[in-house]
């Protein structure tokens, strides 16, 4: 999409792995501001202490749990899953029905009433963030809204709002400044990297880890803004209409014109002869 | 007699195999209704992992060009005036308007909400492949259904509407082929998005022309073997010497295909192209078995005019180079390392079965119970006609 717009004031997330303890209250608050049910789950039912194992039409965020070595002693490292709120997002493009909308404040929200439930946005989504409400007869998609309803009136999100020490809200270009500040701070604790700076185009949320951001469980994500990718073929597609019924069009008229002249000559031959048989 | 029990009588007379086809689709139908009873979840084997299925995969992304053929033998009869294939016309809209209707079945099932598919119309997003070949789809179902009224205005002697029908004969031929080129190459656009998540063996950014050229072959492959089963089991006469013509067309374009299909795996996709053996595999029997065996066969000219070979060289090109193709592309290439993997539910298995054995099924009752097998004699005039009144113009009143 031809979205040119200056994305540095977008509300942006910077979560910052390293001061993550892994309490959860991002969940919970997330929970309880989007009225979510209480899934089931069961300890150790998959990565370690991370529970629920995966965001799904119940849980819009997860802490993502890693264990590894360091010094001969576990460890664990966190990650917070949730919608990234992309500056180009794949599902505002693909969507047929205009059911996400990026939002001038940076959110991308879902318009649930509008969804006829073609799963599309799931196949596209670079970070596998929409569910989808399988338990249900005639489903919807969930998905984080990055607290849209707060962030509208002023106040910030109920994840960020909650977390004791981790997240950082704030304007994208505030969030990358104070990320780039504390890389430089520290330059032994992080990665030198910010995931989500590039990432699909560039997203409203930033992370930093110490750990390298695919062992973190992170996916590696092109750079291009996804909607680029079918807008190179798409972009074709009222051009392919013209040629293709316009050429169509004109070859059938000109077989149908040799068509047609071939059958007077032949009609106007078979005349002559008739004439010259009748004239003796 | 009632006409319920005219009914019973009749289908008691069908042969065995159409009663076991009526059945088939009884179930599907069930099954169908099973899943607006209990939802997706639980009577599909779709997750947030596998969002899309064999639902999508069989009944939208390989359906719709397996019904490929009306648009292009439409197109080389009435637009490259290749006449003498006229008779293989009909029997294709048929089928054509058979596959888009039940790929426009599949999609409702599908889908989530079905009772919303009209807010494509209220809330269209242009940058959407969907929206493009949802509109696709309905406009060439609406035009294959005007195609496909000619037999039925026949045999009800309608002779207003066949006169219409007659005069858009042929506009309706070029917007179909105009339609269909737009959503055979969009539905490969859909998997543009899916970067990252589709194998390098398919990720090509030409794969929506590819989706177009191998829906183009397709469809005369289909033609090709619907033609050869209609003379079998339908007491139609031996068309091989016309398929012979369609299969001097079909090298060109399985030509042009693979050779798109090397340089874009050279030039244009990302590696590691072979790092996963069993995707490896099913590239190559896809290649070889689907595009290069039939290729050669089709080059060579015994092959080309001999019934039984020309329906295996196109059986090999549908059944490999098309559907594994389809199904490695919407399916298989999209598998991640270690992931779970996918197989269809029995819900979902037999309503896509039912769907296949509904398209039989019915393209049988249809050409039990309609003219399309009619062959147009010579001196029918398929050009606009000038005047409204007759449908058969003579040469003679033509002059006058």
Known sequence: MSAKRNFSQDRTFLIDT???TGCRSCQVACKQWNQMKAEETTFFNGEGYQNPPNLSENTLTAIKFRDYWKYGKNEFAFYKEMCMHCNDPACVSVCPVSAFIKTPEGPVIYDAKRCIGCRFCMVAC?????????????????????CYSRVKEGLIPACAKACPTAITYGSRQEMINEANRRLTAHPGKYMSRIYGLEEAGGT?????????????????????????????????????????GGSLAFISWLTNRT???????????????SQKEDRP | MTAMKRIVLEIKGYHLFLRILIALVGAGFCAAIGRFAFGLGATTNLNDTYPWGLWISFDVVTSVPLAAGAFVLGAIVHCFHIKKLEPLVRPAIVTGFLGYSLVCLGLLLDLGQPQRGWHVFAYPNLHSPMFEVALCVM?????????????????????????????????????????????????????????????????VPILPLLFWISAVFTGMCIIIIEAVMVHRYLNQ????????TLTRIIPWFLGIYLALKVYALFFLSERPLFDRPVLTALFAIEMVAGIIIPFIMFLQKRIRTDGVLQLRAAGLVVMFGLVLNRFNVSMFGMIQKNQQIYYPSLVESVVTIGIIAAHILFFALIARYFPIFEHHPEGVDYTIPDRFRKIKKSLVSEKA
Not at chain 2, 237 to 244: F, I, N, Q, R
Request: proline residues 7%; positive net charge.
């Open chain 1, 126 to 146: 670079p970070f596998g963030v929409p569910k989808y409400q399988w338990s249900k007869g005639l489903p919807l998609v969930v998905k984080c809204s990055g």
């Open chain 2, 237 to 244: 006469p031996d068309e091989t010497e016309l398929l012979a």
């Open chain 1, 18 to 20: 390293t001061r993550c």
């Open chain 1, 204 to 244: 409203s949320v930033l992370y930093l880890s110490m750990l390298p951001f695919n062992e973190l469980g992170f996916k590696k994500v092109t750079q291009r803004p996804l909607p680029s990718l079918t807008w190179a073929a798409l972009r074709f597609v009222p051009a392919a209409f013209i040629t293709m």
């Open chain 2, 139 to 203: 406009s060439y179902t609406t035009v294959a259904l005007l195609e496909f009224l000619s037999p039925v205005c026949e045999k009800f002697g309608f002779h207003l509407p066949l006169r219409l029908l007659r005069t858009l004969e042929l506009p309706l031929i070029v917007l179909g082929a105009a339609i269909a080129t737009l959503h055979q190459s969009t539905i490969g656009t859909f998997f543009l998005i899916a970067v990252d998540k589709l194998h390098n063996l398919w990720y």
């Open chain 1, 259 to 273: 068509e047609r002249i071939r059958k007077e000559k032949e009609l106007i031959e078979a005349e002559q002869a």
